[in-house]
């Protein structure tokens, strides 16, 4: 079946800490991914997203991200934390179809101790 | 604000009473989409139109539950005979066109079911 696993469910930094969260993806065809971040008492938004290309996209906010084909993985990473970035992190994965239907994973709650 | 309007933003109900959820996507988005959030899990796809018609329905949508885009506009969520397993956030999220790829989600409408 179609999934998203998010591997770490709560991450705990201290700021200046460097930041990777994991995700890894379930089907091995062509996918479209992303990263969106929910900051406290938000909406989701869209950090960043990989169609095709580069493997390594940068989206905002100083963060980034590396599609490895061969590990099914779309890791977000940011060298240097701030306490601004404590939120939950999605990734997600459309699958492709004729819906664009986003599946996501369980998320990451992000709290970074200033 | 996101620009997909989303209301009411919180709904108290007891169970066996039916709700109404609406949204209202960016105007140029002709696909509208409805996921449903949990505490712990991240949103899952529920049903999605593209302009007034209604393309997917989700194995996660029972027939307690309909949703109507009747003029390719503004979009209702009903659900009928409301239990405690429907307490949720209920998101709307649009998109530019068919295969833009990239979703802006609404601040959600918050369902509790007592």
């Known amino acids: 079946a179609q999934s998203v696993s998010q591997h770490n469910h709560h991450v705990i930094l201290s700021e200046a800490a460097s930041l990777e969260l994991g995700c890894n993806y379930s089907y091995g065809g062509t996918v479209n991914l992303f990263w969106y971040v929910q900051y406290p008492g938000q909406h989701l938004q869209l950090l960043l997203k990989?169609?095709?290309?580069?493997?390594l996209v940068k989206g905002i906010k100083g963060f980034e991200a590396e599609f490895i084909k061969s590990k099914f993985s779309f890791n977000l990473r940011k060298p240097s934390v701030q306490w601004s970035d404590t939120a939950e992190y999605f990734c997600?994965?459309?699958?492709?179809?004729?819906?664009?239907?986003?599946?996501f994973g369980t998320g990451t709650l992000l709290a970074v101790q200033p | 604000d996101t620009g997909v309007s989303q209301n009411p933003r919180h709904k108290i109900t007891k169970r066996g009473q039916n709700v109404t959820f609406r949204c209202d996507p960016i105007s140029e988005h002709n696909r509208l989409y409805w996921y449903r959030q949990t505490l712990g899990q991240g949103p899952e796809f529920l049903t999605y139109f593209q302009n007034e018609a209604q393309l997917e329905k989700s194995r996660l949508l029972s027939d307690r539950f309909s949703a109507e885009r009747p003029k390719g506009s503004f979009s209702t969520l009903e659900i009928q005979r409301t239990e405690q397993g429907d307490s949720a956030m209920y998101l709307c999220a649009s998109e530019v066109r068919a295969g833009a790829n990239v979703l802006t989600f609404g601040a959600g409408s918050r369902l509790t079911v007592l």
């Open positions: 997600a994965v459309n699958y492709g179809g004729a819906t664009n239907k986003l599946i």
């Open positions: 990989y169609f095709s290309g580069d493997p």
